[in-house]
């Protein structure tokens, strides 16, 4: 099994030993393609990212449940006017720390990836714009997705492995507005800067492409599962992973990131675990998202 991250060591050991490979089930999929050029990889996730955030606002106009219009522009204008009024005058906690416009952007691409989370973000969209933090909203804040150590380690691995060359002020900029304009919820005219990413910094610059094998040989016994809405690894990765290595594609209709054995849909557990016990070639299998009926 290979979860987001580790589908693309998974599909990268198929690739170099296909001989070696019984079963994978790959789920949450990393292109490898995109390793030559990180910057398409970092565009596919800005886009993937506004097109669930679209869908959030879309949920929360229909429910009631937030502040945000349906209409895709109108709910853009609403979270930035959000994210202005946080970054001008922040709001406090009851420990007394700052509650800013930096806090609702973390809080908003951590809580859009799962949609039994996006009642917390409307509630924490809801409770922002009258000034108020409910405890809800301040454990959310203070529950990070990963403990500060594998923080930072996969930070410094995503930079070995597709670390950003140096650019140009001016090539900086223009990909910086291309994500700007790819994920327009999160960039408001306060929160914009040029300068340089964490990896362009980063003093160890590798080609992970540069070293695989371009093997003819492509092995049996691969299984892609992927949300149909995922923004952090856009199903489409999946599909052109599943093409490449000429595979299944496990469809599950629905948003969020990573699902496969963790006992809440059957229709997809129960498809891994025929994989892994009997690898063979099948067709595309499609399993409905079952997140949608917890949060009507």
Request: include cysteine.
């Amino acid at each position: 099994m290979a979860y987001s991250y580790g589908t693309q060591i998974a599909a990268l050991y198929a690739e170099r030993f296909p001989y070696n490979v019984r079963s994978i089930v790959l789920d949450g999929v990393v292109d490898i393609d995109d390793l030559e050029d990180n910057f398409t990889w970092q565009l596919k996730q800005a886009q993937s990212y506004q097109e669930t955030f679209d869908r959030f606002a879309s949920w929360c106009a229909r429910t009631k449940s937030c502040p945000l219009s349906s209409d895709r522009d109108k709910a853009i204008t609403q979270f930035h006017e959000l994210l202005s009024k946080l970054h001008h005058k922040p709001l406090l906690d009851s420990k007394g720390e700052n509650i800013s416009s930096d806090e609702l952007i973390s809080l908003t691409t951590d809580l859009l990836l799962w949609r039994s989370s996006w009642p917390t973000l409307a509630t924490a969209i809801r409770q922002f714009s009258q000034g108020i933090v409910s405890n809800e909203i301040e454990t959310a804040l203070s529950a990070p997705i990963a403990s500060e150590e594998s923080s930072d380690a996969s930070g410094v691995i995503l930079c070995v492995d597709q670390g950003d060359e140096q650019l140009t002020p001016e090539e900086r900029k223009s990909r910086k507005d291309a994500l700007a304009n790819a994920f327009p919820a999160i960039n408001f005219d306060n929160g914009r800067s040029d300068s340089p990413d964490f990896c362009e910094l980063w003093p160890i610059h590798s080609d992970l492409n540069k070293t695989r094998l371009k093997n003819t040989v492509l092995p049996s016994g691969l299984l892609f599962v992927a949300h149909k809405y995922d923004p952090t690894t856009p199903w489409i990765n999946a599909r052109k992973m599943a093409e490449k290595f000429s595979s299944p594609l496990l469809t599950i209709n629905g948003d969020g990131h990573t699902l496969a054995l963790t006992g809440v849909n059957l229709c997809v557990d129960k498809a891994v675990v025929h994989h892994l016990i009997t690898p063979q070639k099948i067709e595309n299998i499609y399993c409905p998202g079952n997140s949608e009926a917890e949060i009507q």
